[in-house]
């Protein structure tokens, strides 16, 4: 049982357009949710996080929302740039289970000059 | 440099030898998480230590056990190999109560490749 989903293995934006990536999760004990960016031949880096109290936490041109009712989540990055060309991973974690985190399986994010 | 420290980045081995993966925490970092990537898909969470204490566990294989030492640095023993272990191991460290809120720190990886 898969518990924090990402549908889209992929996704192609253009150059100064918007990239939204999506993720799902079942598990209700989730308390924090997370995405991190990984280029290759790298470890994954932690880009935002939002706790489970709130529903848009904003960082520069990244920019988290969590919907509770639907146990979703998404990414907004505006505008897109080349450099953010990377997979990127969603992630969920429960704080009364040690901070353990759980991933998606990614997507990968291309963005066209 | 993120300041998590994998080594080796590459390990190549026959079908039933053991190996040891190595990591080195960032600096003041006390949680030591494992992960395994196999082709393609998500990390998988192995197992979690916190100030030599192992903290959580995951789907990690019998034939697989893990240590933190004093001085922090953790290792992911791997025996028995198989070709299916052939991935990318991660090992990631975190503050105190920060890997839930704040996110882990990521080393680069041991890709294993099980021939």
């Known amino acids: 049982d898969q518990q924090v989903k990402q549908n889209s293995p992929s996704l192609s934006v253009q150059e100064g357009r918007i990239s939204i990536l999506n993720c799902d999760y079942t598990?209700?004990?989730?308390?924090?949710f997370l995405w991190y960016k990984k280029y290759p031949a790298e470890g994954p880096t932690f880009l935002i996080s939002i706790s489970s109290i709130k529903d848009k936490n904003e960082d520069g041109r990244f920019t988290v929302f969590l919907n509770k009712s639907a146990k979703h989540l998404s990414l907004h990055i505006v505008p897109s740039q080349p450099g953010d060309s990377a997979v990127y991973f969603c992630?969920?974690?429960?704080?009364?289970?040690?901070?353990?985190?759980?991933f998606g399986d990614g997507t990968t994010l291309t963005v066209k000059p | 440099d993120s300041g998590v420290t994998q080594t080796p980045k590459h390990l190549i081995t026959a079908t039933g030898q053991r190996v040891t993966l190595r990591c080195s925490p960032r600096s003041g970092d006390l949680s030591v998480y494992w992960y395994q990537q196999s082709l393609d898909q998500g990390l998988q969470f192995l197992i979690q230590?916190?100030?030599?204490?192992?903290?959580a566990k995951g789907n990690i294989l019998e034939r697989f056990s893990a240590q933190q030492f004093p001085d922090l640095h953790s290792e992911l023993n791997l025996s028995s190999l198989e070709l299916g272990d052939s991935a990318l191991y991660f090992c990631a460290s975190s503050s105190r109560g920060g890997g839930a809120s704040k996110g882990y720190t990521f080393g680069s990886g041991t890709r294993l490749t099980v021939v």
């Open positions: 598990n209700s004990m989730f308390d924090y």
């Open positions: 992630a969920a974690s429960a704080s009364t289970h040690a901070g353990k985190s759980t």
């Open positions: 230590y916190y100030n030599g204490e192992e903290r």
